[in-house]
Each structure stands twice: as C-alpha cells, then as structure tokens.
C-alpha cells in the first residue's frame, strides 16, 4: 500500500482487533485492522479498509452515520462543533476572507448547513454520496452530475478526510474548488499518530491519519499557500492568497474579539503538535 500523499510504499504500524473492542466497534465486525504508516509524512492508513469491497465500505458508513445522526449517540463519538463551525464560516465570509458560493463536501443529513443558514443566513449546497436517501426538503442538495459542471469558492469538508480510503476522493473534492477557492477542514491533525491500538480516534469508519508534515505537502500539491486555525471551530481554512491585508485583517478580528481566534502560517499551522 503506498501513502495517498508521498506515493511511496508504507510500513506496517500496528494493529487493533475489533472483535475485541467495545461493542459499538464489535457490531461493524472488522476482525483485525491493519495500520500502515508513511515513512516520509508520517500518514496512517488502515491496510484492510483499503482492501474492502465497495458494497461493505458503504454499509459500514451508513451503519456508522445512521447511528450518530438519528440517535445522537454522542457518547460514542464527539461530533464536529457545529456551532463554532458555522460561526468562523459565517466571520470569514463578512471579513471577505472567503467568499460563496459554497459546498459542503460530504456534509451527511446538513448539520451544518441548517445551523449556517438558521443562525447566519448563509446558504450553502451539500454533496453527500452515502445517504442519498435521507434528504430534507430545507437542504440544498446537488448531484455528482450537477457536480461535474460547479465550481465554488468555498468547499467545507468536516470529518470527511479521516475516513477517505483513496487520493482520487481528496483530489475530487478540491476539483470543487474555483481557482482561488479555499477549502475548510475539520479533522484531527497531529504530529505523529501514535503505535497504539487503544488510540480513541480508530473508529471502525476511520481509514486516514494525517500528520501536520501530511496537511503541509498536500497543500503545496493543491497549490494552497497559507493557512489559518480557528482553535474554536477546531477547523482549518486553506488558502489561495498570502497578502499582508489578510494579516491586518486576522489581526483586527484578533484585537476586537480580544482573543487569538484565528492563527494565521504562511503553509500549514501546525497547531496540534
Ligand atoms: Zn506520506
């Protein structure tokens, strides 16, 4: 198996059983989980997610995104914090530093797109390949024929990029973009993955690690050129554009907000080391 991000081959890390976990992972029936890491960036991919058959990869989802949107199991597993999401979006946008029109990339039943439209009376279309079933009339859904003709100058992608199995989907999802569009991330993103079975983030649909050093190539091979971190949002904005008024602009929002609510890093801010 090569790294999705390096194109080299990887080498095995570690392995979790989980037939022998909780029964929440039990009830996937994964049996033993492989995980391989890149020697380069450091990315950790599960061997056996890679190797499932399509028709079992999407049963595992809908099982998994079934669970935690209808049940609201958050027990089991933190969802995105939407609210604070929707908020740093919605500031991006009045501070100019980002722009509609906007897709939200893999964004299930519109958590997030009901909360921006709601309480900031921003629209936004959703993508979703998995739960196709599941519309609601408020949301703006748009096909993958529909797709192939949009271009958007703001992509969102929450807890998407932890459970790609393949670089085909990440390069799909910045085809979206428009040629100075940026792209929002809200994935766990550390310096190393850690060799341990008992890691909280292995879940049974989590199929990608990435590591701060992995985030950095990618974005130099997407052609982003700085980034920012909102600690609140726990989210990433990537962009296009490096010029000294987005600094004045950070700063100012900053200074009235009387915090550091946005960091701002020439390539990728490695908040989470
Ligand atoms: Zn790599």
Redesign the pocket.
């Known amino acids: 198996m090569r790294?999705?991000?390096?194109?080299?081959p990887?080498n095995y890390s570690f392995k979790k059983n989980f037939n022998h976990s909780n029964d929440f992972d039990k009830s996937f029936d994964l049996g033993v989980v492989e995980y391989h890491k890149?020697?380069?960036?450091?990315?950790v991919k599960s061997f056996n997610h890679s190797q499932m058959s399509l028709h079992k990869w999407e049963a595992v989802n809908k099982t998994f995104h079934e669970f935690i949107e209808n049940q609201n199991n958050t027990k089991v597993v933190n969802q995105p914090p939407y609210i604070e999401i929707s908020q740093f979006i919605n500031i991006l946008l009045k501070e100019k530093i980002v722009e509609a029109p906007i897709l939200d990339w893999g964004g299930g039943y519109g958590s997030l797109a009901k909360i921006l439209l709601k309480y900031h009376n921003v629209p936004s279309e959703i993508f979703e390949k998995y739960l196709i079933n599941n519309k609601d009339k408020l949301i703006d859904y748009v096909d993958k024929t529909s797709l192939k003709v949009k271009s958007y100058n703001l992509v969102i992608s929450t807890a998407v990029f932890e459970h790609v199995t393949e670089r085909e989907t990440l390069d799909s999802i910045i085809k979206q973009l428009s040629n100075r569009g940026s792209l929002l991330i809200h994935t766990l993103i550390c310096d190393s993955i850690p060799n341990d079975p008992s890691w909280f983030y292995l879940l049974p649909v989590h199929t990608t690690f990435f590591?701060n050093?992995?985030m950095a190539?990618l974005m130099k091979q997407w052609g982003f050129v700085s980034s920012i971190y909102c600690p609140r949002a726990k989210s990433w904005i990537l962009l296009k554009t490096n010029s000294s008024k987005l600094l004045q602009t950070i700063d100012s929002i900053n200074s009235l907000l009387q915090e550091d609510y946005l960091i701002f890093k020439q390539g990728f801010v490695n908040y989470w080391k």
């Open positions: 790294c999705i991000v390096c194109n080299i990887m890149c020697p380069k960036c450091g990315l590591t050093k992995s190539f």
